[in-house]
Structure formats: structure tokens, C-alpha cells
T-cell receptor, first 117, second 109 residues
Framework: ETGVTQTPRHLVMGMTNKKSLKCEQH?????MYWYKQSAKKPLELMFV???????ENNSVPSRFSPECPNSSHLFLHLHTLQPEDSALYLC????????????????FGSGTRLTVV | ELKVEQNPLFLSMQEGKNYTIYCNYS?????LYWYRQDPGKSLESLFV?????AVKQEGRLMASLDTKARLSTLHITAAVHDLSATYFC?????????FGTGTSLTVIP
């Protein structure tokens, strides 16, 4: 375990379902991120939270809705997804948003493998 | 937008052989990161390269950075099966990371 825990590890959902992905870190980090990893594509940054405030939203469709109730927890709420949304969703954290640019970057979770049917 | 290209995308190599993975990026950056990802697992940080000419080594892996050529290399020496994984490079533009597509490495006995 890296210190960033994601649940569930695998999720299969229909296009009309509503589900949530959870990310938890107890590293004392202040910034948390959602990334999407699709086959044969670069990792795509989706959302950034800094001290619980959303600071970046990289043109992500509204069917993805993030929530950060505190600096240790991050959620990604999913509804009316499309099959092309099937991917590995990775959560990451860093001590400070600027730290990601200096030291060892992020600490990643193991990801949630999402399949939309 | 900063673009990051890795090659090869797939690499199959025999144990004991040497090989190099390349990471090119499109605009100026002085920070480059290498990550390793095992199937079904998290990305694990390998190296951070912070200046032109930086070279770092860990075991059979050695990473280098040429900021003038906008190129980083990850050299594998005398490959062993345990090195089989996907390797990502990532570059920062001062605001966020941009990742390459990854190189899937398979080391064959």
C-alpha cells in the first residue's frame, strides 16, 4: 500500500447507474487529484483539490462530479456514464500542490478499474 | 499544451540484454519524472530529474535528462524478469504534470 487507498478496486456499472469512487490518504497531504488512465492514452488529469477547494477542472464532462469533504478524502461521483468512460481511475495526493513539481511528485493509489456496460 | 511522447510503446527484451526507453517533450521544462506501474497496481515513483545533464541510477535502471534536446532516457542494464512493468515519464510545465503514453516492458527469460 502506498498510503493512498482507493475503493472499490473494480466496478462494473450500467449507463443508467449512479456510483461513487472513493479515495483516502493519511499522509497529511494537502492536495488530491483524480486522473483517468485509458488504454493507449496518456494519463489525463481530471480534477485537482487543494485544501479541499477545487482548483482545476480539465474540461471534464458533468457526468463526473468530484467531492472533497476534507483533505483526507476525495470522491468521484458517477452518473449516466458512457462505455468510453471505461478506464482506470487513479487518485493521487501530494504534500503541497507545488511539491508535485519539486520532489517525487505524487503518491498514487492503486486505482479503480471501471467498466461501463 | 505540453506533449510528451515515449517510445517504444511496447518492448520485449531478453534477460541480460540492455535497452533504452526514450521520452521526448514539446516545450521547455526542467523537471522530469519516471514512474513504474505493475499490472493492477499504483504508479510508483522511480526518479525525478531536476536539471540539464542530471543522471540518476537505481539498480539496473538509469535515467538521464537533456533539457536542450527535450529528451530523457531510461536505460535498462542486464534486464531481469522483475523489471517487467509499464514505465511512464511525466513532465511539468510549472503547473501540472503531463504524462507519456507509457512503455510496456516485458522481459523474457
Amino acid at each position: 500500500e502506498t498510503g493512498v487507498t482507493q475503493t472499490p478496486r473494480h466496478l462494473v456499472m450500467g449507463m443508467t447507474n449512479k456510483k461513487s469512487l472513493k479515495c483516502e490518504q493519511h499522509l497529511g497531504h494537502n492536495a488530491m487529484y483524480w486522473y483517468k488512465q485509458s488504454a493507449k492514452k496518456p494519463l489525463e488529469l481530471m480534477f485537482v483539490y487543494n485544501f479541499k477547494e477545487q482548483t482545476e477542472n480539465n474540461s471534464v464532462p458533468s457526468r463526473f462530479s468530484p467531492e472533497c469533504p476534507n483533505s483526507s478524502h476525495l470522491f468521484l461521483h458517477l452518473h449516466t456514464l458512457q462505455p468510453e468512460d471505461s478506464a482506470l481511475y487513479l487518485c493521487a495526493s501530494s504534500q503541497d500542490p507545488r511539491d508535485r513539481l519539486r520532489s517525487y511528485g505524487y503518491t498514487f493509489g492503486s486505482g479503480t478499474r471501471l467498466t461501463v456496460v | 499544451e505540453l506533449k510528451v511522447e515515449q517510445n517504444p510503446l511496447f518492448l520485449s527484451m531478453q534477460e541480460g540484454k540492455n535497452y533504452t526507453i526514450y521520452c521526448n517533450y514539446s516545450t521547455t521544462s526542467d523537471r522530469l519524472y519516471w514512474y513504474r506501474q505493475d499490472p493492477g497496481k499504483s504508479l510508483e515513483s522511480l526518479f525525478v530529474l531536476l536539471s540539464n545533464g542530471a543522471v540518476k541510477q537505481e539498480g539496473r535502471l538509469m535515467a538521464s535528462l537533456d533539457t536542450k534536446a527535450r529528451l530523457s532516457t531510461l536505460h535498462i542494464t542486464a534486464a531481469v524478469h522483475d523489471l517487467s512493468a509499464t514505465y511512464f515519464c511525466a513532465v511539468s510545465d510549472g503547473n501540472q504534470f503531463y504524462f507519456g503514453t507509457g512503455t510496456s516492458l516485458t522481459v523474457i527469460p
